[in-house]
């Protein structure tokens, strides 16, 4: 079982930026491709970045492509987000995300996820 362990929401001005972390634990967390999710108020759960097990691919969503980027250190243990130029749209929880299967993650199916941090972003 993995755990996922999300840091690094809290309040900026639009255009501001926000890195958040993610660090798994756990049995062979470096097998799992790792992601994002966003969820605002009274909306489903979107998916906004991915990354593989190796950190090889990744998978950013259009709606915050050229803003936000996905990394993954060497250890394969912590994912991180680096979000830029944000804007009052980008306001939600975040939620990190882990599987083995890319499929799954990309269906909103993955096996394990964190608590989710809030993102606030103010006009």
């Known amino acids: 079982r993995v755990q996922l362990m999300e840091a690094g929401g809290g309040s900026v001005p639009s255009g501001g930026s926000l890195r958040l972390s993610c660090a798994a634990s756990?049995?062979?967390?470096?097998?799992?491709?790792l992601g994002w999710f966003r969820q605002l108020p009274g909306k489903e759960r979107e998916a906004v970045a991915f990354?593989?097990?190796?950190?090889?691919?990744?998978y950013i969503s259009g709606l915050v492509r050229g803003r936000f980027t996905i990394s993954r250190d060497s250890a394969g243990n912590t994912v991180r987000l680096q979000m830029n130029n944000l804007k009052p749209e980008d306001t939600a929880t975040y939620y990190c995300?882990?599987?083995?299967?890319?499929?799954?993650?990309?269906?909103?199916?993955?096996?394990?996820w964190g608590q989710g941090t809030q993102v606030t972003v103010s006009s």
């Open positions: 995300a882990a599987d083995v299967h890319e499929y799954n993650l990309r269906l909103g199916a993955a096996s394990h």
């Open positions: 756990g049995d062979s967390y470096g097998d799992y491709c």
């Open positions: 990354i593989s097990w190796n950190g090889g691919d990744t």
